[in-house]
């Protein structure tokens, strides 16, 4: 901490810094520009304009925000949630359980110790276009190896005017009833984004994987589960752009789909999934963290169910304020979402947001819970009957 300071005191002086070893250097901006402003959502009826600079501080107080700046179709009010009926407990454990063995901790740790070796993966980064262009590719050969592609699953960049793009895999249902499985790709050091390193392995490199991992095993059969007649919904996964920015990349998808009149029935974010040691010093069993507040409240009892049926260890209810990851740009949209988290928020991973968030820390045995939740609920709600 002492070091972040001394940094941040000599912020002005590094304006034109250059990493030794990088190829990136934060703008040098006109002395006579006006310092450019944002406006920020800090709750239901808290709007502040902030400079960039005010935003990292506010994140750095703990603090999070969605970024409404450019969004003039939401603006700061949200949509009704649509409401919806969950099947009333898990139904396909028969379809489920044998593909339960098949997660690999082997293949989460390959794809993380990749995906977080990349300098930052700040959204208005260089390496946040490279690390966002790697994890495209990554996505669409698992879905060319598990033959996904040849019966209608696609994956896409959708483009940001920031340079990293969301990506979006989408595995065809018999309705255009939506399915979302989210994690947010990018990461960010809060003491100087544009210069110091943020490996972000937890945040949210852990969820990013987790769900890729469940995706992979969820189309070991593709053959089956995507042709015509065996899956009802459509499923979508997501990895969102400048989430560390105000849920940027969300927001702009799900206005989008509001916009679209998309029929999303479920959205679920997997942010940070893999530090179990701080419950673990605390005396606490191991337990998946299930969000409280500003969520769907039946799509989470849901999950709870879903917890209890594939998962080997139970669920601790927790809150994380407003805004606090991409589902709540799905909620604001008006589309039923929830959030699961490694821990209790209180027992969560520390090192998140500097040079020190680090595969090193994390348990892949606990982020394989995660998966297991991942694919349960992926496949019952793709099989459910909403109406």
């Not at 379809?95 to 993380?112: F, G, Q, V």
């Amino acid at each position: 901490m002492r070091l972040a300071t001394l940094l941040l005191a000599n912020a002005a002086a590094s304006a034109a810094y250059v990493v030794a070893g990088t190829d990136q250097a934060p703008l040098n901006d006109d002395a006579n520009k006006p310092e450019e402003k944002f406006l920020i959502e800090l709750g239901p009826d808290e709007l502040r304009w902030v400079t960039e600079d005010e935003k990292w501080e506010i994140r750095r107080s703990g603090r999070m925000f969605f970024d409404i700046t450019d969004d003039s179709y939401f603006g700061h009010d949200p949509v009704p949630t649509k409401q919806a009926t969950f099947p009333s407990k898990p139904s396909h454990n028969s379809s489920i359980a044998p593909l339960l063995p098949l997660l690999s901790e082997e293949h989460m740790r390959d794809n993380l110790e990749k995906f977080s070796s990349f300098h930052t993966r700040y959204y208005k980064s260089e390496y946040g276009a490279q690390s966002s262009a790697w994890l495209l590719n990554r996505v669409n050969d698992t879905l060319n190896a598990t033959g996904a592609l040849e019966h209608g699953a696609s994956v896409r960049h959708f483009e940001h005017p920031w340079g990293q793009h969301s990506i979006i895999a989408t595995l065809p249902g018999n309705t255009n009833k939506t399915v979302v499985i989210g994690a947010h790709q990018d990461s960010i050091n809060l003491f100087l984004p544009s210069i110091l390193a943020a490996p972000g392995a937890d945040d949210d490199g852990s969820g990013t994987v987790t769900i890729l991992e469940a995706m992979r095993v969820l189309l070991s059969n593709s053959s089956h589960i995507l042709s015509s007649g065996n899956m009802t919904n459509t499923l979508e996964f997501h990895w969102y752009s400048a989430e560390e920015g105000g849920l940027l990349g969300s927001q702009a998808i799900f206005s989008n789909y509001s916009r679209e009149g998309r029929d999303v029935r479920a959205m679920l974010q997997q942010d940070m999934t893999g530090y179990v040691q701080g419950t673990l010093d605390a005396g606490e069993p191991e337990s998946v963290g299930v969000i409280t507040d500003y969520v769907s409240a039946p799509l989470t009892d849901f999950i709870k169910k879903i917890v209890n049926t594939y998962c080997s260890i139970g669920y601790v209810e927790t809150r994380c304020g407003y805004a606090c990851s991409d589902h709540a740009s799905a909620s604001k949209a008006g589309f039923p979402s929830a959030f699961v988290i490694e821990s209790d928020f209180k027992r969560s991973d520390k090192r998140i947001h500097t040079t020190d968030d680090k595969l090193e820390y994390l348990s892949f045995s606990h982020m394989l819970q995660h998966a297991r939740l991942t694919l349960g609920l992926a496949w019952e709600l793709a099989m459910a009957d909403f109406d």
